[in-house]
């Protein structure tokens, strides 16, 4: 925690508020705060046209330190993806840099048009992700897929049936996203709750299948 403001940190955000991102994903990373550096930078490369875009791109690769022929070593995943190599891939990744090597090379991948479902199955090996979130939220995702994963997911498993609602959804198949909603809502944990996967089909939802949605009991407001 700074204690004294940093006129260069107060510039460098209100530039960032501005749309001009690469003044603070650099000055985080000059400062070695590399989760800082990497979340504003996956911030303004969500951002349309983003300014200086390849720049960050770089550094936000910088912040997993990778070895050299890393992205040789995913390009040759690309050729044969599978969990199995996903694992041996990552089999080594120091335990620091794990979570921005992992979320990078998910990212490189996506770029090189690498199966979204062998992807999403690696974004979510050690956990959910927000990547795994997103492939899903794209509409990329097969159930089938997500219901894999979800039968090793232990407590966790309704966060997965949830997505997959959401997979279901996206696909057309409102009968199935009933289905694997209730399944959801039956699964919930204190710390698993269906409450986010309902209302991302609520808030896409058509009149009628809003109607479809109140007769099977799945709620319109939180409780």
Request: glycine content about 4%; overall charge negative; hydrophobic content about 40%.
């Amino acid at each position: 925690m700074r204690l004294v403001e940093d006129p260069e940190l107060t510039a460098a955000t209100n530039e960032f508020a501005r749309g001009v991102p690469l003044p603070l994903v650099q000055y985080h990373f000059e400062r070695n705060e590399l989760e800082e550096a990497a979340t504003v930078a996956r911030l303004a490369l969500n951002m349309p046209d983003c300014p200086d875009a390849d720049t960050i791109e770089e550094i936000l690769d910088r912040c997993s330190a990778p070895p050299d022929d890393w992205n040789d070593r995913l390009d040759r995943f690309a050729e044969d993806p599978s969990l199995e190599a996903w694992r041996d891939l990552m089999r080594f990744v120091p335990e620091d840099l794990f979570y921005q090597r992992h979320r990078n090379s998910i990212r490189y991948l996506r770029k090189r048009g690498v199966d979204p479902n062998v992807l999403f199955l690696c974004a979510c090996h050690h956990g959910l992700t927000p990547d795994a979130i997103a492939l899903v939220e794209e509409g990329l995702v097969r159930v089938d897929t997500i219901l894999t994963r979800a039968d090793d997911a232990g407590r966790a498993r309704g966060a997965y049936v949830g997505l997959a609602a959401q997979a279901a959804y996206l696909a057309g198949d409102i009968v199935g996203t009933i289905r694997l909603l209730r399944d959801a809502m039956a699964s919930e944990t204190e710390w698993i709750s269906a409450v986010p996967h309902v209302w991302f089909i609520r808030e896409r939802a058509s009149e009628s299948e809003h109607e479809a949605l109140d007769r099977a009991g799945i709620p319109r407001e939180p409780d």
